[in-house]
């Protein structure tokens, strides 16, 4: 009898992505074992005619489209002698095209026999794009404005953090339709290669008081109230109270004024 063992499992990815797995074969009789076996999708997705792809990872290995109106399989021969085992190196390649929540089961046909090696379900991406520094919430803006007018319905949000310059995160089901829709945004620059993991920038997304980036020695513009545009030193930071006191750059007798800490913009950290 031929035994089978796989590292394959359940995972989500994003579109036009490759899953690695290995396959082993182990013949545990006494006497040379020679077949094929079979590899093929069980594939649930809205669209019904996206091609999903099984691939042998070896030179000049073997690559398989398979889509629920194309079951199509990779067959593949062994020969195993007595007591002896052979690796397969293959993947799974999600399909360009896919909806968020298709999935395609991986079953293995062998002796006769069939199972259910692991699942594949599609998500949207999180990607990094590379922009002009000082203009991010410009350049998402505008990509938003785009996405809009021409109907993009595949990118979904668009995150720029304060503290991150130059970058900004874009949670999007297409990367490469993306990078399209970037060409013609001023500012946009390219994509980081790979994607980013949502545990990676759960802090971006947690909001903190605006005393917490705030430190004295920081220099600030004042958005609100009497004073608003006037620039400002940081002298004194009450966390407590989320308020900084501030020293006016053009008052001819220096002056505390006390503010809430989300009425300046910071300009400049103490270094």
């Known amino acids: 009898m031929v035994k089978w063992t796989s590292d394959g499992k359940d995972s989500e990815v994003g579109t036009n992505k490759k899953v690695l797995f290995n396959l082993v074969l182990e013949n545990d009789e006494s006497i040379d074992k020679e077949g094929f076996l079979e590899l093929t999708l069980d594939i649930h997705e809205q669209k019904e005619e996206i091609e999903w792809f099984i691939i042998e990872e070896q030179k000049r290995g073997k690559q398989v489209a398979i889509s629920p109106k194309n079951q199509d399989l990779l067959k593949v021969q ?102 399209g829709l970037l060409r013609t945004v001023r500012g946009a620059r390219n994509m980081i290669a790979g994607e980013v993991q949502l545990q990676e920038i759960e802090n971006y997304l947690i909001s903190k008081p605006a005393v917490e980036s705030l430190g004295v020695g920081d220099f600030v513009e004042v958005t609100e109230g009497p004073f608003k545009g006037e620039k400002a030193r940081i002298t004194h930071v009450d966390t407590q109270k989320d308020e900084i006191t501030l020293e006016l750059q053009n008052a001819i007798v220096p002056i505390p004024l006390t503010v809430k800490a989300d009425s300046v913009k910071l300009l400049e950290k103490e270094v």
């Open 78 to 179: 062994y020969k195993l002698k007595p007591k002896g085992s052979m690796a397969y190196a293959l993947s799974i390649e999600s399909p360009k095209g896919g909806e968020i929540g298709d999935y395609a089961t991986v079953v293995l046909k062998l002796e006769g026999t069939q199972s259910n090696l692991f699942s594949i379900r599609v998500k949207q991406t999180i990607i990094v794009v590379k922009t002009t520094i000082g203009q991010e919430v410009k350049i998402a803006r505008d990509i938003g404005l785009k996405a809009k007018i021409e109907k993009q319905d595949y990118l979904f949000s668009i995150l720029v953090p304060p503290d991150v310059k130059g970058y900004i995160f874009i949670e999007t089901l297409y990367p490469d339709r993306t990078m």
